[in-house]
């Protein structure tokens, strides 16, 4: 399953195809330079900021610290004890898990509700900007800006032309819109601020307010990215711990215990985090917070994660309890053998690659595996390997690069995949070839991304579920960003 929260264009041969953009925008004569003359409130490029924000959501009041340094930050939010952080250094979005865990999210087309602030009040680069259009709202004529760095979503910024105040910020998570309303423009630390803001779209309603802003010091080193913790999850004294894994055609799935309660999961190289279905939580006696809960412990096969981080989503109606994804293979080598249908994870100190088997590198700077990959004469990375998906998936990325590599059937049916962080169109289809790892695959069939402005952003090139997957045996080590896999017959 594709639960993903991924950068944009890195790695990639060309930028994400985004056909998407809010419906009241039309065309103006107006341009970047008179938008940005305009323009009354602050980028915070070059400055240094400490800012306190309340937030209301659900029923939940928390309070979130940003230092900000130009356009770079660092949000921190205690939930219960346990400290959630996000930010963006560089250009590149990050979040980190209680435990320690850091995933790069750039792209967030998942979504997280404790990341969700505007980039207007935590700064952006007018650089990366465009004079997008216009739009009227309440009488007043309304300026567009689209700003979009490579390795971010893109947002719109709407400017009251008379005022110079942005009223209005819009971007996308997926395929569902998140729109932030400011209102209670005020001056603080000399500058003009909103005093505060209403998120709605994804991720439900919520309002936050600025408590109050410091302009002190803020070093680089206090908005980099931190390191991440690798091991969450202990294998028992031997070194190995074997999985009760059940494989089907689409899916891998294993028995686990949450708190000591007996559950099935899915194993899913797809996902960057461990996710539970919000109502088995609640049933459990979590008690989430925008999405967040932490379970004493998670079992599989005799490895234990304690204090474990979840994120709560609704999976499909509770179609799936839970999710297995990044936190569940760092740490150790995991092995999958489709054609025996076992699992086993191994200790880094008792594993040895098989001789037969062939080293393969791989990306996981984001949380999930991304691979390189040539389809007809055209080779390129950020294939992702998704153990959780049945096909080959081609994006519109890949599909305008590939041109006759790629044929759509002329009598296909289009369908619509579901994943959780929205639909995309896809229509049946075959490849030219495909080279993975080695091998070589005629021919093979394929579902094709079909270009439609509602689709989910996905910054890929192409999935490669078990459809392509199960040819192989695997052994991966996320940890080293490589993978072994040998040819199963």
């Known amino acids: 399953m594709l639960a993903l929260a991924l950068a944009a264009s890195i790695g990639s041969p060309a930028a994400n195809v985004r056909s998407w953009a809010p419906g009241d925008i039309v065309p103006t004569t107006a341009s970047l330079p008179t938008m940005e003359l305009a323009l009354r409130q602050p980028t915070l490029a070059g ?3 400490v800012i306190h924000i309340h937030l209301n959501a659900k029923d939940t009041a928390l309070e979130t610290t940003a230092l900000v340094r130009g356009g770079d930050f660092r949000l921190t939010t205690t939930i219960d004890g346990s400290t959630y952080e996000s930010g963006r250094a560089d250009g590149v ?31 952006f680069d007018l650089s990366d900007c465009a004079a997008a259009g216009q739009a009227r709202e309440e009488g007043r004529l309304l300026w567009i800006l689209s700003c979009h760095t490579p390795a971010d979503i893109p947002h719109w910024y709407y400017i009251d032309s008379t005022a110079g105040t942005i009223v209005r910020e819009v971007t996308r998570e997926g395929s569902r819109a998140v729109t932030y309303r400011f209102a209670g423009i005020a001056s603080r630390a000399g500058r003009l601020f909103p005093a505060r803001w209403d998120i709605s779209g994804a991720g439900g309603d919520a309002e936050a307010s600025i408590l109050d802003i410091s302009q ?6 206090d908005v980099a990215i931190p390191p991440s913790v690798s091991a969450q999850f202990v294998l028992p004294a031997a070194g190995t711990a074997d999985v009760s894994a059940t494989f089907s055609q689409a899916s891998i ?3 686990v215990r949450v708190n000591g309660r007996a559950m099935r999961f899915r194993i899913d190289t797809g996902t960057t985090q461990t996710l539970m279905d919000i109502g088995a939580a609640v049933r459990l006696g979590l008690h989430p917070v925008l999405g967040h809960a932490i379970a004493n412990t998670i079992e599989v096969g005799g490895a234990i994660a304690r ?11 509770g179609g799936d309890a839970g999710i297995l994804g990044n936190e569940f293979f760092t740490g150790h080598i995991v092995h999958i ?4 249908q076992q699992m086993q994870l191994i200790s880094y100190a008792r594993f040895v690659p098989p001789s037969d088997a062939r080293s393969i590198p791989l990306d996981m700077r984001e949380g999930m595996p991304l691979a390189t990959a040539s389809i007809g004469s055209l080779t390129a990375g ?3 390997i998704d153990t959780g998906s049945y096909w080959i998936v081609v994006t519109t990325n890949f599909q305008q690069l590939a041109g006759a590599s790629v044929h759509l059937s002329a009598d296909g049916p289009a369908l619509t995949s579901t994943y959780l962080e929205g639909s995309v169109k896809l229509s049946d289809g075959t490849i030219e070839s495909l080279s993975f790892g080695g091998v070589r695959v005629n021919g093979p069939e394929a579902q094709i991304e079909i270009a439609d402005p509602n689709n989910l952003d996905i910054p890929l090139n192409g999935i ?5 997957l199960h040819v192989f045996e695997w052994w991966f080590d996320y940890d080293h960003d490589r993978a072994w896999i040998r040819f199963a017959p």
């Open 47 to 49: 400055t240094q900021y």
């Open 216 to 221: 002190m010091p803020v070093s680089r080193d």
């Open 307 to 317: 204090d474990a981080p979840i994120q709560t989503v609704d999976l499909f109606g």
């Open 382 to 384: 950020r294939f992702a």
């Open 337 to 340: 053998d489709y054609r025996h």
């Open 93 to 123: 979005r990050w979040r980190r898990t209680p435990a320690g865990v850091v995933r790069i999210v750039d792209a967030d087309v998942q979504g997280d509700d404790l990341d969700r602030w505007p980039s207007s009040v935590l700064g």
């Open 253 to 255: 799935y294993a028995p």
């Open 464 to 468: 490669f579920g078990n459809q392509l």
